[in-house]
């Protein structure tokens, strides 16, 4: 991780020395996330995300950010007439390095945006129903850190900016039940400079 926010670093400063149009903000959003997984039945949960990003560029741009969110999924499954449920809830930092592209004025336009985002686990919490039993060791076994993508497309309105994204998982967080993340963002920011 110390390589990847080096590179970023250099890569935006290489920019801004060229003179480029350069655009920090702030940004938080509401996220509807699961945990998809092989051998049970998953529903979503509703978290958070809030952090900082930079756009290095105009037509075509680099955006980097960094927020801390939450995001999760539930789990249920039915076996000889008893039902068994789960809910986990991770909060994770995010580092996603996104490619855009704007159609329109500089006040004014709608942007499609997409590329890595690395994310790593803070804290999560667990609850299981009490017959659960044994599967419960399989379910605390997340990964710390994984990879993913995120695309999606946004408006940016003056200082405004919203943005709807899809990021899957591109690495599992969960390798005994195969369990990937995936999540929707609604975001809203603003741009300070």
């Given at each position: 991780?110390?390589?990847?926010?080096?590179?970023?670093?250099?890569?935006?400063?290489?920019?801004?020395s060229a003179k480029a149009q350069v655009?920090?903000?702030?940004?938080?959003?509401?996220?509807?996330?699961?945990?998809?997984?092989?051998?049970?039945?998953?529903?979503?949960?509703?978290?958070?995300?809030?952090?900082?990003?930079?756009?290095?560029?105009?037509?075509?741009?680099?955006?980097?950010?960094?927020?801390?969110?939450?995001?999760?999924?539930?789990?249920?499954?039915?076996?000889?007439?008893?039902?068994?449920?789960?809910?986990?809830?991770?909060?994770?930092?995010?580092?996603?390095?996104?490619?855009?592209?704007?159609?329109?004025?500089?006040?004014?336009?709608?942007?499609?945006?997409?590329?890595?985002?690395?994310?790593?686990?803070?804290?999560?919490?667990?609850?299981?129903?009490?017959?659960?039993?044994?599967?419960?060791?399989?379910?605390?076994?997340?990964?710390?850190?994984?990879?993913?993508?995120?695309?999606?497309?946004?408006?940016?309105?003056?200082?405004?900016?919203?943005?709807?994204?899809?990021?899957?998982?591109?690495?599992?967080?969960?390798?005994?039940?195969?369990?990937?993340?995936?999540?929707?963002?609604?975001?809203?920011?603003?741009?300070?400079?």
């Open positions: 991780m110390k390589k990847l926010i080096l590179c970023i670093t250099l890569l935006t400063a290489g920019i801004i655009t920090v903000g702030a940004k938080a959003g509401i996220t509807f996330s699961k945990i998809n997984t092989d051998q049970l039945k998953e529903s979503s949960v509703t978290g958070y995300q809030i952090g900082a990003f930079a756009r290095v560029g105009d037509n075509w741009f680099l955006q980097p950010e960094l927020y801390l969110g939450s995001s999760g999924g539930k789990f249920n499954t039915s076996n000889n007439g008893t039902d068994y449920s789960a809910k986990v809830r991770f909060t994770t930092l995010n580092l996603p390095v996104l490619v855009g592209k704007t159609f329109g004025s500089e006040d004014l336009n709608l942007h499609v945006v997409g590329g890595p985002v690395y994310s790593y686990i803070l804290d999560d919490s667990k609850s299981f129903s009490s017959n659960i039993g044994g599967a419960v060791s399989d379910f605390n076994d997340y990964k710390k850190s994984t990879l993913g993508y995120q695309v999606g497309a946004g408006l940016d309105i003056g200082k405004i900016t919203a943005d709807l994204r899809y990021e899957g998982g591109l690495t599992k967080v969960n390798e005994r039940f195969g369990q990937r993340q995936n999540l929707w963002v609604v975001s809203v920011g603003f741009k300070f400079l």
